[in-house]
């Protein structure tokens, strides 16, 4: 661990901190050729620059503290993302007190932040929108963030940092694998109709990807101002497959999730019937965007550790 590191690591949450920046050196050094010429000269001119620049300083300090002070952060939703991706993550900044706030910088710790110009005084707000880093599968919490800022003059950097206990971010398996989608049985109509089923049940919506026919494009919302949705039917016929765990026993149990989580896209996108099919856990064949993202979420969460064995008497 580096000395910043663990510096960083010592700071609590909710406190403002102050560090000097580099430029704080070279006013040092000014200040410094200053004072020597004054008292070399014994000139009143120099020393009243002198004093005049040192006490601007000390009171930009001030400043840049008061910049951060009762500057509330709140995250948004965190849309799910695939391992290997980058989740978006919006913040709100609220201004809690009497005077703007300015030149604010929001980032994830140790990495690039979201430059936030103005901040309104009395209740107003400014949002930022942070790229978290996602490498792995799971349900995990937001890592800490930090506010930032060097207003007004850039010779201190205020600091304070924030844990997002409430904020988790759902990442799913990454979705490849080298096994094309596996091939099931075909239903029609008339056979769904002898077996009691449904014909053609509404299923929700999801975003329309470039590319796919407009026939289903949910036009009310779009003039209601909403984005491109596409509706999407379950229960019209189609193929019916099972997308099994035990039918990729060449791979480990990481690959195996990434295989599934590509079947699962491969076959929303082609119209099918699908179900998927774990150790302890098998859901309905059916299709839809909410079908689709529940079988996703249950291969991200999935649980690879062993059972324990039973211990014996």
Same mark, same amino acid.
């Given at each position: 661990?580096?000395?910043?590191?663990?510096?960083?690591?010592?700071?609590?949450?909710?406190?403002?901190?102050?560090?000097?920046?580099?430029?704080?050196?070279?006013?040092?050094?000014?200040?410094?050729?200053?004072?020597?010429?004054?008292?070399?000269?014994?000139?009143?001119?120099?020393?009243?620059?002198?004093?005049?620049?040192?006490?601007?300083?000390?009171?930009?300090?001030?400043?840049?503290?008061?910049?951060?002070?009762?500057?509330?952060?709140?995250?948004?939703?965190? +849309?799910? @993302?695939? #391992?290997? =991706?980058?989740?978006?993550?919006?913040?709100? &900044?609220?201004?809690?007190? $009497? /005077?703007?706030? %300015?030149?604010?910088?929001?980032?994830?710790?140790?990495?690039?932040?979201?430059?936030? +110009?103005? @901040?309104? #005084?009395? =209740?107003?707000?400014?949002?930022?929108?942070? &790229?978290?880093?996602?490498? $792995? /599968?799971?349900? %995990?919490?937001?890592?800490?963030?930090?506010?930032?800022?060097?207003?007004?003059?850039?010779?201190?950097?205020?600091?304070?940092?924030?844990?997002?206990?409430?904020?988790?971010?759902?990442?799913?398996?990454?979705?490849?694998?080298?096994?094309?989608?596996?091939?099931?049985?075909?239903?029609?109509?008339?056979?769904?109709?002898?077996?009691?089923?449904?014909?053609?049940?509404?299923?929700?919506?999801?975003?329309?990807?470039?590319?796919?026919?407009?026939?289903?494009?949910?036009?009310?919302?779009?003039?209601?101002?909403?984005?491109?949705?596409?509706?999407?039917?379950?229960?019209?016929?189609?193929?019916?497959?099972?997308?099994?765990?035990?039918?990729?026993?060449?791979?480990?149990?990481?690959?195996?999730?990434?295989?599934?989580?590509?079947?699962?896209?491969?076959?929303?996108?082609?119209?099918?019937?699908?179900?998927?099919?774990?150790?302890?856990?098998?859901?309905?064949?059916?299709?839809?965007?909410?079908?689709?993202?529940?079988?996703?979420?249950?291969?991200?969460?999935?649980?690879?550790?062993?059972?324990?064995?039973?211990?014996?008497?």
């Amino acid at each position: 661990m580096t000395l910043a590191q663990r510096f960083n690591s010592l700071m609590r949450p909710g406190r403002v901190y102050i560090l000097p920046t580099r430029a704080v050196i070279t006013l040092a050094l000014v200040l410094f050729a200053m004072w020597y010429a004054a008292v070399s000269q014994n000139n009143q001119m120099a020393y009243l620059l002198l004093f005049f620049l040192a006490s601007l300083a000390v009171l930009s300090m001030n400043y840049t503290h008061f910049n951060l002070v009762k500057l509330r952060l709140q995250a948004g939703r965190i +849309a799910p @993302v695939f #391992a290997g =991706g980058q989740a978006e993550l919006p913040i709100t &900044l609220t201004n809690q007190s $009497r /005077r703007a706030r %300015h030149s604010v910088e929001v980032a994830v710790d140790g990495q690039a932040g979201y430059f936030v +110009a103005l @901040v309104p #005084a009395e =209740g107003g707000s400014g949002s930022a929108r942070l &790229l978290v880093p996602a490498p $792995r /599968r799971g349900l %995990h919490r937001v890592p800490r963030l930090v506010v930032r800022s060097i207003y007004p003059l850039g010779l201190f950097e205020g600091r304070e940092y924030h844990h997002l206990t409430d904020a988790e971010m759902l990442v799913y398996p990454a979705a490849v694998g080298p096994h094309p989608l596996p091939t099931g049985d075909s239903t029609t109509r008339q056979e769904q109709s002898a077996r009691g089923e449904g014909g053609e049940d509404y299923a929700g919506t999801r975003p329309y990807r470039i590319g796919e026919s407009q026939r289903h494009v949910d036009w009310r919302a779009v003039a209601r101002g909403q984005p491109l949705l596409l509706k999407q039917f379950a229960g019209a016929g189609g193929e019916r497959i099972w997308l099994d765990w035990e039918a990729l026993p060449g791979l480990d149990g990481e690959a195996r999730l990434s295989q599934l989580a590509r079947w699962v896209i491969e076959a929303e996108r082609g119209g099918f019937q699908y179900g998927l099919k774990l150790p302890g856990f098998t859901s309905r064949q059916y299709r839809g965007h909410d079908h689709e993202q529940a079988l996703l979420r249950q291969l991200a969460l999935f649980d690879l550790a062993p059972a324990p064995m039973p211990s014996q008497p």
